[in-house]
């Protein structure tokens, strides 16, 4: 089983930047693809990025593509939300997920262990 704890969010202005923490419990996380999704009120959880086990392997929703960035630190158990130029529509409270295996994936459902969420304001 893997905990996940998010951390990094706040509130900043738009054109700004943000880096998102996901720390993972357990001697496994180099097993399982990591993925980070986001859901602001009234709408539905969306997804934003994903890496598989090994790093080598990234996707993006078009919706940030070339604005954040994914990454993952197997020895420290960590993976990493980079967010640059911020909008006001990145307003949300982002969720790290983990799948075991090495595949990441865009749907939500396949994850089976989710952290907390972080809180990302972004005003105009």
């Known amino acids: 089983q893997v905990q996940l704890v998010e951390s990094g969010g706040g509130l900043v202005q738009a054109g700004g930047s943000l880096r998102l923490s996901c720390a993972a419990s357990g001697r496994t996380f180099r097993s399982y693809a990591m993925g980070w999704f986001r859901q602001a009120p009234g709408k539905e959880r969306e997804f934003v990025a994903a890496i598989s086990w090994s790093g080598g392997s990234t996707y993006y929703a078009d919706s940030v593509k070339g604005r954040f960035t994914i990454s993952r630190d197997n020895a420290k158990n960590t993976v990493y939300l980079q967010m640059n130029s911020l909008k006001p529509e990145d307003t949300a409270v982002y969720y790290c997920?983990?799948?075991?295996?090495?595949?990441?994936?865009?749907?939500?459902?396949?994850?089976?262990?989710w952290g907390q969420g972080t809180q990302v304001t972004v005003s105009s």
């Open positions: 997920a983990a799948k075991f295996g090495d595949e990441a994936h865009r749907s939500w459902k396949v994850y089976a262990y």
